[in-house]
């Protein structure tokens, strides 16, 4: 078997328990950690897949801001009260859960996903070609997703500013 | 070589362990952070079509979902902050004063 | 390094094993090289020389018993601590608690993999260098969370939160900072970036505006608040939090913090070289490839060392800020700062694309006259206070 299945295979299942872990783990800050775990997980299958940009991009913003904005809430909050946990609900939601990845997988592995990449250029994934490709066909896009952070920014001010 | 498969399969996996997140969860912060979970099953399959079918448009889409991820945690986390202010509680089935 | 391995294969010394398997093993002997031969001893010689420095600033001796001049002192606390008594409180998260040193630990290393010390040392020269340093040390701010959660006392809970408010704000600044240099030197590789610099100090870019030699000082402050440095170590304040996150760590795990923050004080006067002031680049006067190795290495661990000493002479000279005025400082002042610095850059290289000789020579003798003119004050001084002087180094 080749090296780089098997790190797929290693990161694949340490991806879904960490994944669990963040949906099953009744305490906050673990499941916000293990959240932090499985980004950092995915970064790593970005950088496997020709992506090095994007997967620091992703340790970036992922681990570096959103997750620290969130352990940052939780412990500015500090929630004590442990949520109740009923069965027939979590049975219902985990089967419905289990229904919906069965059909996805059955419906992605029909075999017609190319089986072997298209072999990839030296210059594939790095800054200047994802660069070219972010500035001319999506420039666009570009500028409405600064405005949405803006918007964002602005709105998250406003949400969460004390009223007099 | 990874078949692609694998990867699409594995992304299915993780969406729908988001999706068991966002249903069963009675915390407002887990279900945000199933959301991310799920945004995030979505990324790694635009990467993987955009490694198999050598095109950049899937790392730059992934980029664009990135922002989009980051504004959502922002306000969702806003909302979380000023609810528990009011109601003193993360529990969103407390949250049910426009219910009828 | 890559090329070096590669080189290896090919010439046969691994028949029959796997490419991948070759590289992981080089992979983690060059973090164990790198981390027993350079980085322990770094931070344990930077944690004396912190204290010896300290100690001469404010007429005291300092720690000067172990060994010569007491050189070997960071060994004698390393041993120490190693031996004392890994307490985890009862009330405490164990688990996470124990693993919080660790994640801070592996952050600040993960940055030494690109960190180029010459021409050919260099473990990883990835195309993204820059980007790599500013990810991976971002990982450091979970590990302080995780270490002030996990305590379970008031003290550290506020010391974490207060250091992931101060990092996650700081980060702005330094990468506004980082990104002014990035549009300068068309990449982000962090031998590219040396690569469009030259060995005359008006050929780094530290000179070749004026915006730049704003952007490298308010890249300095902002890599001291990052690493908790004093004037910016509200989240360790003594007299405030006790100790902040490490109120309640002892025997090696303390030791990892304090590890971390000694080795990252190397990482930023690193960075800081790389970005502004042309790196391991020397002039033209040998061809011989050993000599000229240990040549640029010298000039660059130099260059890097010279910040890792201003630090220290800030941490002695400058009191502590409180946290309103550190947010402003960073959120009011240095932000906009830096975005006048990146567009200032922008404008001066849309007027001069191949840069500015003449400036930059001009640049470089105002920097002169600034070291100058504050000699000038320093002896002055000394002229008018009379203080009783003792130059001699050592007692």
């Not at chain 3, 001469?56 to 000067?64: D, E, I, L």
């Not at chain 3, 590219?192 to 402050?221: E, S």
């Not at chain 3, 989240?235 to 006790?242: F, H, M, Q, R």
Request: include cysteine.
């Amino acid at each position: 078997m080749d090296a780089s299945v098997i790190l797929f295979y290693v990161i694949s299942v340490l991806l879904v328990l960490s994944s669990l872990m963040v949906v099953f783990l009744r305490n906050v800050v673990h499941c916000a950690l293990a959240l932090v775990v499985a980004l950092f997980l995915i970064a790593i299958l970005f950088v496997m897949l020709h992506a090095p940009m994007v997967g620091v991009l992703q340790v970036l913003v992922y681990a570096g801001a959103i997750m620290v904005l969130f352990l940052f809430v939780i412990m500015f909050l500090n929630p004590t009260a442990s949520e109740p946990r009923r069965k027939l609900w979590w049975g219902f939601g985990s089967a419905a859960a289990l229904l919906l990845a069965a059909s996805l997988a059955a419906l992605l592995s029909n075999g017609e996903a190319p089986a072997d990449p298209v072999t990839a250029t030296e210059t594939f994934g790095s800054p200047e070609t994802l660069a070219k490709s972010l500035f001319t066909d999506f420039v666009l896009p570009f500028e409405i997703t600064s405005v949405l952070l803006l918007v964002a920014i602005i709105g998250a001010v406003v949400l969460a500013k004390r009223e007099p | 070589m990874v078949p692609l498969d694998y990867y699409l399969i594995l992304s299915a996996v993780i969406f729908a362990i988001g999706v068991i997140g966002v249903l069963v969860r009675r915390n407002l912060i887990v279900v945000l952070m199933s959301i991310e979970l799920m945004l995030n099953a979505v990324n790694l399959t635009f990467i993987a079509f955009s490694r198999y079918l050598a095109s950049m448009q899937g790392q730059v889409v992934v980029i664009f979902v990135m922002a989009v991820a980051a504004a959502e945690a922002v306000i969702g986390l806003a909302i979380v902050i000023s609810v528990f202010r009011h109601r003193r509680t993360l529990d969103p089935q407390e949250m049910q004063l426009l219910k009828w | 390094m890559q090329a070096y391995i590669d080189q290896l294969i090919r010439d046969g010394y691994f028949a029959g094993m796997p490419k991948e398997v070759v590289y992981a093993v080089a992979m983690v002997l060059a973090a164990f090289i790198v981390l027993s031969v350079f980085v322990a001893p770094l931070a344990g010689v930077t944690s004396w020389l912190e204290r010896r420095v300290w100690a001469r600033m404010q007429s005291r001796v300092g720690p000067n018993r172990v060994g010569p001049q007491g050189i070997l002192q960071w060994l004698a606390d390393g041993i120490k601590n190693l031996l004392k008594e890994d307490l985890i409180p009862s009330a405490a998260d164990a688990k996470l608690f124990s693993l919080a040193p660790y994640v801070v630990f592996v952050g600040f290393l993960c940055a030494f993999v690109v960190i180029p010390f010459g021409s050919q040392l260099i473990v990883a020269d990835l195309n993204i260098g820059i980007l790599y340093i500013l990810a991976v040390t971002s990982l450091v701010v979970v590990g302080i969370l995780m270490a002030g959660w996990s305590s379970n006392n008031k003290w550290s809970l506020l010391g974490g939160m207060r250091s992931a408010a101060q990092i996650v704000s700081y980060e702005i600044p330094a990468g506004l900072s980082i990104l002014t240099i990035v549009f300068l030197a068309g990449t982000m590789s962090m031998q590219g970036i040396i690569k469009a610099q030259g060995w005359a100090p008006w050929d780094w870019f530290l000179f070749n505006n004026p915006f730049t030699f704003a952007a490298f000082f308010l890249y300095f402050t902002a890599a001291l608040a990052e690493g908790n440095r004093t004037p910016f170590d509200i989240p360790e304040a003594e007299s405030e939090l006790v100790a902040g996150y490490v109120t309640e760590y002892s025997g090696m795990r303390f030791l990892f913090f304090f590890f971390a923050e000694w080795g990252n004080l190397y990482v930023i006067g690193a960075v800081a070289t790389t970005l502004f002031l042309g790196g391991w680049q020397v002039p033209p006067v040998t061809s011989d490839p050993i000599l000229l190795g240990v040549l640029q290495f010298v000039v660059f661990f130099l260059k890097a060392y010279l910040w890792v000493f201003i630090a220290m002479w800030v941490r002695a000279t400058l009191p502590r800020v409180r946290v309103d005025q550190l947010m402003a400082l960073c959120w009011k002042y240095m932000v906009p700062l830096s975005f006048l610095c990146l567009l200032g850059t922008i404008c001066w290289m849309l007027v001069f694309p191949k840069g500015n000789q003449i400036f930059s020579v001009a640049m470089f003798v105002l920097g002169l006259l600034i070291v100058a003119y504050f000699f000038k004050r320093v002896v002055f001084q000394i002229r008018h206070a009379r203080p009783e002087l003792y130059f001699k180094p050592h007692i």
